[in-house]
């Protein structure tokens, strides 16, 4: 279900008040369920152990897998967070398991 693309690694995001940060790619993955893919990000240069707040859009790739920031489209549903969620959830576990 998880899948990471090496295509996108990096990605700049502009908050409200015009202020750009760059993101990495933690993973991206696709959800039969909701037919839609998923790119989960973090602050570009944080440490493995850090804490930090994990981004999660839905996101439209184009036909060679990159995307822009204009490409991604915040969750709304409930559901659908709750989904996001739990595939992060196991993908943290699987990883922590490596380490």
Known sequence: MTENNPEIDKIT????????????VLFTFHSEEYDRDYI????DGV?????VDVQAYIFKPDENG???EDDLIPI????????????LNTFLDDDSNFN
């Open 76 to 87: 709304e549903d409930d559901a659908e967070w709750d989904m996001v969620e739990e595939v």
């Open 66 to 68: 990159d995307a822009t």
């Open 13 to 24: 995001l502009v908050d409200e008040n015009g202020d750009e940060a760059l993101f990495e």
């Open 40 to 43: 989960l990000l973090v602050p």
């Open 47 to 51: 440490e493995e152990d850090e804490q």
